[in-house]
């Protein structure tokens, strides 16, 4: 096995980019750079520094509380650390450590924390330094990201070493964690899930050894997606050099996962590490999730579909197809809310890299031609990650030349028949919904809209309750009030 200190991403030198397929404009403010299905327009809003240089840059990740402003994430080496800003009018707000004392994060460009949140509670997850002998702790927050609560222990006492933790929440009380669980001298890697509970994490659940062949891909970190009861854990396997992607399903909030399948048929046989893993979510029963191949005309970002129930697999395709072999892709994200869509990458082309953006409406037979994200064109812009509520996109990305963490924001216009207003949003669970709608805050009574802007229906909240399970499956506008006529949007989900 090859030593975890030299572990890189696969970045081979690529050709010159054909950029004749891309059309973009780049302003100070809000520009109007794509037009996709039934007339709905993609705006961008300017770049936004999300911390000073030389303040980090490792490995970016974002959430949004629940005024739908970003808390972003992300690390700084010697000594490792992780660090938070949120979004505030004109720019972000002073950095936070949210390393505590006694846990110096395992951090690097192409591995390290990870942040979810439901509401104003944000976790986040890191793993300790040594990482053979530190555990891997939690931290909360539940004032949108500002402030934060002590660690709290994920890996139980087992002698055991835990690895490349990812986090997801749909309960704000109940995050899931999955990390890779190793035996000693870095044997035998395997992925587990654990779940929150009175206080503290459960024992951790096997969820590729029982199903993926061999050891999973050691270097390469997963991820967890959760909606309401609902969980999938996603993993590259590495049995006999296969480096493919795997998921596990859940129904009882990962208790336990009793199915397991491959979900990636490109047949990618590779005998050194790519670092690099798979990112979904999950929209009732389907599963949307994106990956890095290099089975097929060079190293490639992918996408696809399935099944959260069975795993059985629906389409799959490169995100950006007809590339020249030589343009390399890697580290994609995902995010998105029924067939909205949006997934960014870190792109490769003669030396220099950018982060690239395609979008959809219609689900993945729709997304748009690539575009860039980053407006600067020089130093290396890496390993994006993306969010998505309300209509807009938020994507961060590392900008190494400054040593920063950059952010920007795509808005869709005309999405939905109802227009964007100046009403406060406010995040409402389970997405997708069954039967009632959790409604946090002093909310009296809601009226909801069709994607046409047509009232459906008005009802009472009783103790911050919306029953929905009248309403047929889809997507809709949900207009609350307040006393003293206080008036709330947001979106939902049923299913």
């Not at 030198?13 to 750079?33: D, G, P």
């Amino acid at each position: 096995m090859a030593s975890f200190a030299t572990h890189k991403p696969n970045n081979p030198e690529a050709m010159l980019h054909n950029s004749s397929f891309i059309t973009v404009a780049f302003a100070s403010t809000l520009v109007v750079s794509s037009v996709h299905s039934q007339d709905t327009q993609l705006s961008w809003d300017e770049v936004v520094d999300c911390n000073a240089a030389g303040e980090g840059t490792l490995r970016p990740r974002i959430t949004l509380n629940a005024s739908n402003s970003p808390v972003v994430l992300w690390g700084k080496s010697a000594p490792g650390s992780n660090y938070v800003a949120i979004g505030e009018a004109g720019g972000f707000s002073p950095i936070v450590e949210v390393s505590a004392p006694g846990c110096v994060p395992s951090v690097a460009d192409w591995m390290g924390s990870s942040i979810a949140s439901v509401g104003n509670t944000v976790w986040v997850v890191m793993k300790a330094t040594p990482e053979e002998t530190k555990p891997t702790y939690v931290r909360r927050s539940d004032d949108g990201g500002y402030t934060w609560a002590d660690t709290i222990r994920v890996d139980p006492f087992d002698g055991l070493v835990s690895r490349f933790p990812t986090i997801d929440v749909a309960d704000p009380g109940r995050p899931l964690v999955q990390y890779m669980q190793f035996d000693g001298g870095w044997s035998g890697a395997r992925q587990v899930v654990t779940h929150f509970m009175a206080g503290s994490f459960m024992e951790p659940v096997q969820v590729s050894t029982p199903y993926a062949p061999g050891e999973v891909c050691d270097c390469c970190p997963g991820q967890v997606i959760t909606n309401g009861d609902r969980a999938v854990a996603l993993y590259r396997n590495a049995g006999s050099n296969l480096r493919v992607m795997w998921g596990a399903t859940s129904d009882d909030h990962g208790a336990s996962f009793p199915l397991g399948s491959v979900l990636d048929t490109t047949g990618w046989s590779l005998s050194s590490c790519p670092s690099s893993g798979p990112d979904g979510y999950l929209v009732g029963d389907s599963i949307r999730y994106v990956w890095m191949s290099g089975a097929n005309n060079g190293t490639k970002v992918y996408m696809g579909s399935a099944l959260a129930s069975d795993l059985s697999l629906g389409t799959a395709r490169f995100v950006n197809p007809g590339q020249a072999s030589g343009q390399t892709q890697n580290f994609p994200r995902i995010a998105g809310n029924g067939d909205t869509l949006g997934v960014v990458w870190e792109q490769y082309t003669n030396g220099a890299r950018d982060i690239f953006f395609s979008w959809s409406v219609t689900g993945a037979a729709g997304l748009s031609v690539p575009e860039w994200v980053n407006t600067d064109m020089t130093g290396s812009q890496k390993t994006p990650d993306i969010a998505y509520a309300d209509g807009s996109f938020h994507i961060v990305w590392s900008e190494f030349g400054a040593n920063q963490v950059r952010y920007r924001k795509g808005v869709l216009q005309d999405a939905v028949g109802i227009g964007e207003t100046s009403l406060p949003n406010v995040q409402v669970w389970p997405v997708p919904a069954e039967e009632t709608i959790q409604v946090p805050g002093a909310w009296l009574s809601a009226e909801v809209l069709d994607l046409d802007g047509r009232s459906v229906m008005m009802a009472v909240i009783h103790d911050g309750q919306l029953p929905v399970g009248s309403l047929p499956a889809g997507a809709y506008a949900l207009l609350l009030r307040g006393r003293n006529d206080q008036q709330g949007r947001t979106r939902f989900v049923k299913q």
